[in-house]
């Protein structure tokens, strides 16, 4: 599959690889240190291996509240790789057309630890720079292999920011309307709506779970998303604002058609699980402005 031009995405991939410091040397060097780690899991007293608690969320059976998911530390060589990344952004040492395929190696850095980067609170908002800086097509593929976490990553105080850029960087790409971007588009929003809508209820009731939803209803009904750029956080936009990144437009004329099936088909999965709460929903301080967004726009 292309990236962009000028090669494959392999090729192109391999050539950012030797175009900045945390490059080939960086990678190879991680590569083995990774392998090294495996060989030894015994965890020395007083290592660095704590695990955190997610925000609380709703329990289906008793209508109450209760611990969903724990966070694992991110090991020392990727939060060095992505330190590294986030050096270089800030240094201003990046041309325009190298920050797309460094944002795409870092991206792949990240597999299987999306959940754990996009919680931590320092990496997170390396996290966000990279995903307004990648192309769609990495954009997706990051959407991809954390779909299954995403639900946990929008109800984390950290996550939330990145599951707020990652929506705001598709309604962004949206806006250059090609059939190709629209398609990888629908694809992972169908993948990421699935797994909210099976876990509405507690994402609606988690007070940043509620934005990332309701952002997420938004882009499906093809409306700007509201306060552009309200959830990013503030350093993270400076400088995306001076890399000249991509930003999203709060211009009503230069938004998209939205995706009017699969908008359906959240509501009606989020109503499904809701329908033997819903009083207790409607009265939630969180998951009421859920529903708010599901009458003005959804009409339901």
């Known amino acids: 599959m292309k990236s962009g031009s000028g090669g494959t995405y392999r090729e192109r991939r391999e050539e950012g690889k030797s175009m900045v410091s945390v490059g080939s040397k960086a990678l190879r060097r991680r590569s083995s240190m990774g392998r090294e780690d495996k060989k030894s899991k015994k965890p020395k007293k007083g290592s660095s291996t704590h695990e955190y608690d997610t925000p609380t969320a709703f329990d289906n ?32 040492g990046v041309a325009l057309e190298e920050r797309s395929l460094i ?69 962004s790409h949206l806006q250059y309307d090609e059939q190709h971007t629209h398609s990888l588009v629908e694809e992972a929003l169908t993948l990421i709506c699935n797994v909210i809508a099976a876990n509405s209820l507690d994402v609606m009731c988690n007070c940043y779970g509620s934005h990332v939803l309701r952002t997420l209803l938004c882009l499906c009904k093809g409306v700007p998303l509201d306060k552009s750029g309200f959830y990013l956080s503030k350093s993270t936009t400076a400088l995306a604002e001076r890399l000249n990144f991509k930003q999203f437009s709060s211009n009503k004329d230069a938004f998209h ?44």
């Open 61 to 92: 059976n008793n209508n109450s509240y209760s611990c969903s998911r724990i966070r694992k530390q991110v090991d020392p060589e990727t939060t060095k790789y992505l330190s590294q990344i986030a050096n270089l952004f800030e240094s201003d």
């Open 103 to 171: 944002c795409a190696n870092a991206l792949e850095e990240t597999k299987g630890k999306e959940f754990e980067i996009a919680t931590d609170y320092i990496l997170s908002h390396t996290l966000e720079t990279i995903l307004q800086g990648c192309d769609v097509d990495n954009l997706c593929a990051f959407l991809h292999s954390s779909a299954n976490q995403f639900p946990f990553i929008a109800m984390d105080r950290s996550g939330s920011h990145v599951a707020q850029t990652a929506i705001n960087s598709l309604a």
């Open 257 to 300: 058609s939205g995706f009017p099936n699969l908008l359906n088909s959240l509501v009606s999965q989020m109503f499904n699980h809701a329908t033997k709460y819903i009083k207790s929903l409607q009265l939630d301080q969180f998951s009421s402005l859920v529903f708010q967004v599901f009458y003005s726009y959804c009409r339901v």
